[in-house]
Structure formats: structure tokens, C-alpha cells
């Protein structure tokens, strides 16, 4: 699976954003998809994550109530729509795909959030 996030950019705080993330192969829906960042200086976080089928979807609490990560299989992509977007917001957006474990991981999207 190869997946490629786009969708960062600059935005003022208060903001909003939708990444998009698009994968290749046929057995998508086979996969868990995550959406993590990495802010500079600090560890790589998990922000949201949705089951193969879209039925589930899960959020870290600093994101809960802003964001809404959804899928469409058919068309190999997972969004990921965040609001209310705060200056601590910023980092590299990086989406991952997985069955038990995300072991596919696409190149990030830098989201700045300018206060």
C-alpha cells in the first residue's frame, strides 16, 4: 500500500483544513487508516484513526470535537476535516494504514496554524 497525505497549508487560527489521503492498491478496505503529526521537537502523536469499514472512527482527546476523520472506499481515500484549529495544531500530518498494526505509512502534509 502506498498512501500520499495532502491538504496541509497555512491557516490563522480558528481555521479550518481537510487532508486528504490517497492510497494505491485494491484491497483498501482491508485496512485500518490513521491520521498522526509530529510537531517539531516532540514525538509523533496519533490524532484519528477510522476501521476498514468506516463504521468506527477514534480521536485523540486534544482533537475531539474538532475533527472528523471519514473514508470512502471506493475511491482509495480517508479526510480528515479539522476546525477550530489552534496554533498548537501545527505539525506534519502524517496518514498510516494497517490491519493489526499501521505498517504503511505516506509522506506527511505540514499544517501551520498561524495565532
Known amino acids: 500500500v502506498q498512501l500520499q497525505a495532502s491538504g496541509g497549508g497555512l491557516v490563522q487560527a480558528g481555521g479550518s483544513l481537510r487532508l486528504s489521503c490517497a492510497a494505491s492498491?485494491?484491497?483498501?478496505?482491508?485496512?485500518?487508516m490513521g491520521w498522526f503529526r509530529q510537531a517539531p521537537g516532540k514525538e509523533r502523536e496519533f490524532v484519528a484513526g477510522i476501521t476498514g469499514s468506516g463504521s468506527g472512527t477514534y480521536y485523540a482527546d486534544s482533537v475531539k470535537g474538532r475533527s472528523t476523520v471519514s473514508r470512502d472506499n471506493a475511491k482509495n481515500t480517508v479526510l480528515l476535516q479539522m476546525n477550530s484549529l489552534k496554533p498548537d495544531d501545527t505539525a506534519v500530518y502524517y496518514c498510516?494504514?494497517?490491519?493489526?498494526?499501521?505498517?504503511?505509512w505516506g509522506q506527511g502534509t505540514q499544517v501551520t496554524v498561524s495565532s
Open positions: 498510516a494504514a494497517g490491519e493489526d498494526k499501521y505498517d504503511y
Open positions: 492498491g485494491r484491497t483498501f478496505s482491508r485496512y485500518a
